[in-house]
Nanobody, 120 residues
Framework: QVQLVESGGGLVQPGGSLKLSCAAS????????MGWYRQAPGKERELVAH??????????NYADSVKVRFTISRDNDKKTVYLQMNSLKPEDTAVYYC???????????WGQGTQVTVSS
């Protein structure tokens, strides 16, 4: 079993920055990739970014709407991933969820979600 605990959400003005954290525990060696998704009211959940944390390697990728502004990263122990969000826009307002996926592309866990609100 894998558990994900998120933190770092909050209220920020347009142009500001936030950094989200997602800590994994349990059977962490089963995790191949971890990623961030977001869901705004009335919209479907969408990919923000994901990163490889398993033995297969690989890099990271981003949704076009956040590329350049956001950066996904991981600790050296690969138990924690981060999402550095810069130049935030009101359209970035959403609940952000962390996700862990195994080597067979099955979802191991979702985080509880953390609210990010960008407003003046």
């Amino acid at each position: 079993q894998v558990q994900l605990v998120e933190s770092g959400g909050g209220l920020v003005q347009p142009g500001g920055s936030l950094k989200l954290s997602c800590a994994a525990s349990g059977n962490i060696f089963t995790i191949n990739t971890m990623g961030w998704y977001r869901q705004a009211p009335g919209k479907e959940r969408e990919l923000v970014a994901h990163i490889s944390v398993g033995i297969r390697g690989g890099g990271s990728n981003y949704a076009d709407s956040v590329k350049v502004r956001f950066t996904i990263s991981r600790d050296n122990d690969k138990k924690t991933v981060y999402l550095q969000m810069n130049s935030l826009k009101p359209e970035d307002t959403a609940v952000y969820y962390c996700k862990a996926v195994n080597y067979a592309d099955y979802v191991l866990a979702w985080g509880q979600g953390t609210q990010v609100t960008v407003s003046s």
